[in-house]
C-alpha cells in the first residue's frame, strides 16, 4: 500500500486549496481514510476522516464548515478541499488509511492508522 498526497503550497489567507491522496496497492472506496495535520513543534492533529461505510464524514471542530473530505472510487483518490484558509492551517498534511473498521472514538486517534502518506506542506499567509 501506498499513499502519496500532493496539492499543497502558499496561499494567502482566505484563499483555498485542494489537497489529493492517490493510492496504489489498495482500493481506497473499501476503506477507511483521513487527513492529519502536523504544524512545528506540535503533535499531529486530527483534521477529518471519510468512513468506508456510507462514506460518513468527521471533521475537527477547529475545519467543520471550511474543509470538505471527498473520495473518487474511479481514480482511487481522497481529496480534502480547504477553503477560508487562516495562518493557524499551516502545517503538513498527511492522509492515512485504515485497513480495519475503527469504533468512533479511535478515528482521530493517528495510531489508528497503519499507512501513510508522505506529507505535504500548506503554508497560509495572512
Known amino acids: 500500500v501506498q499513499l502519496q498526497a500532493s496539492g499543497g503550497g502558499l496561499v494567502q489567507a482566505g484563499g483555498s486549496l485542494r489537497l489529493s491522496c492517490a493510492a496504489s496497492?489498495?482500493?481506497?472506496?473499501?476503506?477507511?481514510m483521513a487527513w492529519f495535520r502536523q504544524a512545528p513543534g506540535k503533535e499531529r492533529e486530527f483534521v477529518g476522516a471519510?468512513?468506508?461505510?456510507?462514506?460518513?464524514?468527521y471533521y475537527a471542530d477547529s475545519v467543520r464548515g471550511r474543509f470538505i473530505i471527498s473520495r473518487d472510487n474511479g481514480k482511487n483518490t481522497v481529496y480534502l478541499q480547504m477553503n477560508s484558509l487562516k495562518p493557524e492551517d499551516t502545517a503538513v498534511y498527511y492522509c492515512a488509511l485504515t485497513l480495519g473498521s475503527p469504533i468512533m472514538s479511535t478515528i482521530r486517534d493517528p495510531g489508528t492508522y497503519e499507512y501513510w502518506g508522505q506529507g505535504t506542506q500548506v503554508t497560509v499567509s495572512s
Open positions: 496497492g489498495v482500493t481506497l472506496g473499501s476503506y477507511g
Open positions: 471519510i468512513r468506508r461505510s456510507l462514506n460518513t464524514k
